[in-house]
């Protein structure tokens, strides 16, 4: 090792005093084999990061140390023209060799004039940008820099590599700069076979001169935020094989009635917005094709019942009519999606049965009614099955539980009954499995699921069953739980196993019959990982050893409604997005830490028996809160104004508290309240309301006027809702104060269909109608 070392300090050394020579030298003319390797040995020396650590070592590694001097034809990677020890270095292919840094305009990889190929893959250049000097390697046919860390521009002057017939920048994060940008990168590009460009933000149209690259082969452009129309010629390119264009939810297109015969074999379109029929005509040769999430609308073509070569079929979520044809010749086909389309006779079609190599099988919102029949049994390579929110009937079949390479069933919401048999823990592989939401009954051991060690989401929510759970966990034994949700499941108590459950994303184990107190050993656990916690509807009392600040520090969800807590509000982490207590026995003030929680968007303590006056710092909190809900406490004081000021809020309810309001103003215009008028609201004082620009909708006039909420009400705007329904006049009437003011601001139709005189105002506002507001006198 140490002779190695030593070696190539050495021949540094001697190849940068010779390199810089040959250079100065040779300035303007092709470098000779010897200056080449020499090139390439200093672009390895130059890959040496600050920290010694040297990028490049996973590429020296590959080559002989005794090879390793100038004869770079036989270094890994390096590949020479006609004679293997003299030729000029023609291809580079250094992908997956640990490369990093950066690679500057400087370096000498951009000496090698006669490269045709180089391949920088899967490194990592540390967020550098690609240097504009690549361009200098004019005879580069292939230029792969794809996976590699760059970022930012892609450099124009690649446009100049007009030899290029294969270019894969795909999945570094780079842009294009100009909505031009991709059409000066590939105008001139015109023998391109394969562009990859995945992950490349394109953010334009892709241009209809595309369709004149007749040596084009393969197209990968997914997410590339490409836009408009996909010009359909390209579809029609004579050699056309692959094309991805997946994730461009802005890029819309239909199919041609293909004239030629297509060679397309992997078409990708999923979450794009081609909409439109897919034609009968589409290809015989398709290996893949996978349109989820786009628009498709009109039959599945039956002549996907001929394209024997499929492999993948994915047709999921998109708006066809009619039926799915019989797809009995697939023979190939291993993963199938159909999501939302319907088999004509509603239950599973038996030829189902005869694609034994299905490996995953996506058939959620199908409308499937029937039993889970037993031919499935046939299908023994499944891994995915997911057939959820569906009507299948019945037992789950015992041959079901032959699958047991199964790593993903959801069944969920179905109408499945009978006992959840043992035979679960066959599944010995399975990661996630979802029952919630069926017809399930009976006594389930808990103990058989934390057999299965891979398990990371478990559902058994909304059946009839009562979970049973031991005390004899022990921590090596059981699954690194990540979603676990046991909502309506009788369980009595906190399962055991919890106390070694470290990794819990979400937790839901509302409507239980939990009693006493949350043990530390729980809120202990999945400190670092909790976001959503449900524990609502059981009969918990509180926190044993009652922090201040609950201890899980990603929570976003806290929920505890309908408990029996008692004492101080608990609060929990600074993350916190929904916090909803209400309907328990907490007592005592708001504890101004609430007001760090600067995420909040839905508080409600409503139903408790807290007291005090608001802290004034949950003002603080107006830019974040959408719901907040004080309502039935015992609140008093002062309500703040501030805290509604130019807010988010959509709904907030206070009612039923002993606010004494000094409230004179109250303006929530130009918010976000998606909300009804506020009948509880009583505001004595209040002169002025102001609710223009929300989305208040439904009636204004309830049983109430607008006097007995608001005695002094001289100023009301309640312009540009979408209020409905009929206003009487006499809703303002017994105001006095307004009266004697002249200012009432109503909202008024834009399209004056209504009737207004000053006996009746009649105005009739129609659900989404725009409004504009008008001053009203009452006097007029
Ligand atoms: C390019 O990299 C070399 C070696 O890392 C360094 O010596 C040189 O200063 C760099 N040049 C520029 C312009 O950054
Ligand atoms: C290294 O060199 C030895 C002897 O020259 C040869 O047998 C071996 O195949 C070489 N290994 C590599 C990876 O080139
Ligand atoms: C680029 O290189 C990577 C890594 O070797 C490879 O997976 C990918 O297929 C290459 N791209 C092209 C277009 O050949
Ligand atoms: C394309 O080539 C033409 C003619 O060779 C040249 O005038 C033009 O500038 C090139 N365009 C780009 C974007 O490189
Ligand atoms: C799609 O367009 C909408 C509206 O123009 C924009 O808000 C959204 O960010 C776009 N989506 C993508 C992925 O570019
Ligand atoms: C597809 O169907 C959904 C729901 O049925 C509908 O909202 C949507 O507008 C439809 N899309 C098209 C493109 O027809
Ligand atoms: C499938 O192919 C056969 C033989 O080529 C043809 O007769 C039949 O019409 C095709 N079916 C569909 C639905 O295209
Ligand atoms: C099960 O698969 C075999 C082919 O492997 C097929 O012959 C048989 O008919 C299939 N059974 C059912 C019930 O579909
Ligand atoms: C399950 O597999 C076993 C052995 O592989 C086989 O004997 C049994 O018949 C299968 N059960 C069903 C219901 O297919
Ligand atoms: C725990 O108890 C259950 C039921 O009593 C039993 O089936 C299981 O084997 C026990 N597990 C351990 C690890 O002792
Ligand atoms: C359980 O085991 C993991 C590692 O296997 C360890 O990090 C963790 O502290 C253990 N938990 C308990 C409660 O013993
Ligand atoms: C609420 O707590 C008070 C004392 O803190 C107690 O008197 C009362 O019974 C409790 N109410 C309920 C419904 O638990």
Redesign the pocket.
């Known amino acids: 090792m140490a002779s190695y070392m030593n070696c190539f300090t050495f021949l540094q050394t001697i190849s940068l005093v010779y390199f810089l020579i040959t250079l100065t030298c040779t300035s303007g003319s092709y470098l000779s084999h010897d200056e080449e390797c020499s090139a390439l040995f200093q672009f390895k020396q ?1 890959m040496i990061h600050q920290d010694d650590v040297d990028c490049a070592a996973s590429w020296f590694q590959a080559n002989n140390a005794s090879d390793s001097g100038f004869g770079c034809c036989s270094w890994y990677g390096v590949e020479c023209s006609n004679d293997h020890r003299y030729g000029h270095v023609v291809g580079l292919d250094l992908s997956e060799r640990s490369l990093c840094g950066h690679i ?3 370096s000498t990889l951009f000496s090698l004039v006669h490269l045709q190929s180089l391949n920088l893959a899967m490194n990592n250049f540390d967020e550098s940008q690609i240097p504009s000097e690549i361009a200098h390697l004019k005879k580069l046919r292939s230029l792969n820099l794809s996976y590699s860390g760059f970022t930012g521009q892609i450099p124009a002057e690649i446009s100049q590599l007009h030899q290029l017939s294969s270019l894969d920048l795909s999945r570094n994060s780079q842009q294009l700069e100009s909505t031009r940008g991709f059409n000066n990168l590939v105008k001139n590009l015109t023998r391109l076979e394969e562009l990859h460009l995945s992950g490349v933000d394109i953010s334009s149209s892709l241009p209809h001169f595309l369709a004149n690259f007749s040596s084009l082969r393969l197209l990968t452009l997914q997410e590339c935020s490409l836009l408009n129309a996909f010009p359909a010629a390209i579809l029609e390119l004579p050699k056309l094989k692959i094309l991805n264009l997946a994730y461009n939810d802005n890029l819309t297109g239909s199919f041609p009635k293909f004239r030629n015969i297509s060679l397309l074999e992997v078409m990708i379109l999923d979450f794009t917005g081609f909409f439109g029929i897919l034609p009968e005509s589409i290809s015989k040769h398709l290996i893949i094709l996978s349109v989820s999430g786009c628009s498709f609308s009109g039959r599945i073509p039956g002549s996907i019942s001929n394209m024997t070569q499929l492999v993948y079929l994915g047709l999921g979520e998109n708006n066809f009519t009619g039926f799915v044809p019989s797809l009995v010749s697939l023979s190939k086909l291993s993963y199938l999606e159909l999501d939302g389309s319907t088999f004509e006779k509603g239950c599973l079609p038996s030829w189902l049965g005869k694609l034994t190599q299905l490996n995953k099988v996506y058939l959620s919102n199908m409308s499937i009614n029937g039993e889970i029949p037993p031919f499935l049994a046939n299908l023994t390579k499944l891994s995915d099955v997911e057939m959820a929110n569906n009507s299948l009937t019945g037992n789950i079949p015992p041959s079901f539980f032959n699958f047991t390479q199964l790593t993903n069933l959801d069944l969920r919401q179905n109408k499945l009954q009978g006992k959840i048999s043992k035979s679960f823990s066959k599944f010995k592989g399975i990661r996630y499995l979802s029952l919630t939401s069926n017809n399930f009954s009976g006594n389930v051991g808990l103990h058989m699921f934390l057999r299965l060690d891979k398990l990371v989401t478990l559902q058994l929510s909304y059946n009839r069953i009562s979970l049973v759970a031991t005390n004899n966990y022990t921590n090596f034994t059981l699954p690194e739980l990540e979603d676990l949700e046991l909502s309506s499941c009788n369980l009595k108590e906190f399962p055991a196993f919890f106390r070694f459950q470290n990794s819990l994303n979400v937790l839901l184990l509302d409507r239980n019959k939990i009693e006493g107190m949350v043990l530390v050993w729980i809120w202990n656990n999945s400190r670092e990982t909790l976001q959503l916690i449900d524990l609502s509807k059981n009969f918990i009392t509180g926190f044993h050893q009652h922090p201040h600040v609950l201890p899980w520090r990603q929570v976003e969800g806290f929920l505890m409604t309908n408990n029996q807590l008692r004492g101080q509000l608990p609060i929990p982490s600074k993350t916190t997005v929904s916090y909803l207590v209400s309907n328990n026995n907490l007592t005592g003030e708001i504890p101004p830490l609430i007001c760090e929680l600067e995420f909040l968007r839905l508080l409600d303590m409503s139903s408790n028996n807290m007291s005090g006056p608001l802290p004034p710092c949950l003002g603080r909190l107006s830019s974040s809160l959408v719901g907040l809900n004080l309502r039935q406490n015992n609140f008093h004081g002062i309500m703040m104004n501030a805290f509604m000021h130019g807010s988010l809020l959509k709904s907030i309810d206070l009612s039923e508290n002993g606010f004494t309001s000094q409230l004179k103003v109250l303006s929530l215009g130009d918010n976000s309240f998606d909300d009804v008028f506020p009948f509880w609201l009583t505001l004595p004082k209040l002169r002025i309301l102001i609710f223009r620009s929300n989305k208040f909708y439904g009636p204004i006039q309830g049983s109430t006027t607008v006097c007995s909420q608001f005695p002094n009400l001289r100023i009301i705007d309640l312009s540009n809702n979408i209020f409905t329904g009929r206003l009487h006049q006499k809703y303002f009437q017994a105001c006095i104060a307004m009266n004697s003011i002249h200012v009432g601001i109503l909202s008024h139709l834009s399209v004056m269909k209504s009737k207004v005189s000053s006996e009746v105002v009649s105005v009739e506002l129609p659900y989404s109608m725009k409004l504009i507001h008008k001053c009203y006198g009452t006097g007029s």
């Open positions: 130059n500057n305009s400087t």
